[in-house]
């Protein structure tokens, strides 16, 4: 048996070394990952109604829907929804990235949004989202989006 004081250091070396070994294998995050991450991320701050968190992911420059919508009528469109339905819920799949520079990727998707005023949803799309994003100070930012909806067999073709 080993004396108490040595298994306590055998015990912190091995925690240094695993430490240092799950540094050394980390790599930093991928454009996808990052993005992905972030959409996911205002995706739980719009179903939290979390909407001024939400428009920290916005450029100021945003446009949407070809160009008739700005950040300001973005930023009145979300408050809107929060307003309109108690329980706003998304469903976003799959979600795919493609970086076209290094300041710049396109990530598009599918979702499903549902809102109500309880536990069951009283309305339901889905919709087919194409979004743009820019690096902005070392940040991913949703520069542009467009949004249609789109039909349940459309998604079996």
């Not at 004396?3 to 790599?27: F, T």
């Not at 939400?54 to 307003?83: H, K, P, Y």
């Not at 339901?124 to 467009?146: D, I």
Request: hydrophobic fraction near 40%; glycine fraction near 8%.
């Amino acid at each position: 048996m080993k004396p108490k004081s040595e298994a306590g250091g055998v015990k912190r070396s091995g925690i240094l070394v695993l430490s240092a070994m799950l540094v050394s294998c980390s790599q930093p995050l991928t454009t996808e990952q990052i993005i992905i991450s972030r959409i996911r991320s205002m995706e739980a701050q719009i179903e939290e109604g979390e909407r001024r968190r939400f428009m920290t992911n916005i450029a100021e420059d945003f446009r949407s829907q070809n160009g008739q919508m700005n950040r300001d009528q973005l930023r009145t469109f979300v408050v809107l929804q929060l307003t309109r339905y108690e329980n706003l819920n998304a469903q976003l799949f799959p979600i795919n990235v493609q970086q076209v520079n290094d300041q710049e990727a396109m990530a598009s998707f599918n979702a499903l949004l549902t809102g109500g005023p309880g536990w069951f949803p009283e309305d339901g799309q889905l919709y087919r989202f194409e979004t743009f994003w820019k690096l902005e100070a070392e940040e991913w930012l949703l520069a542009s989006a467009g949004w249609e909806p789109i039909r349940v067999g459309e998604l079996v073709e």
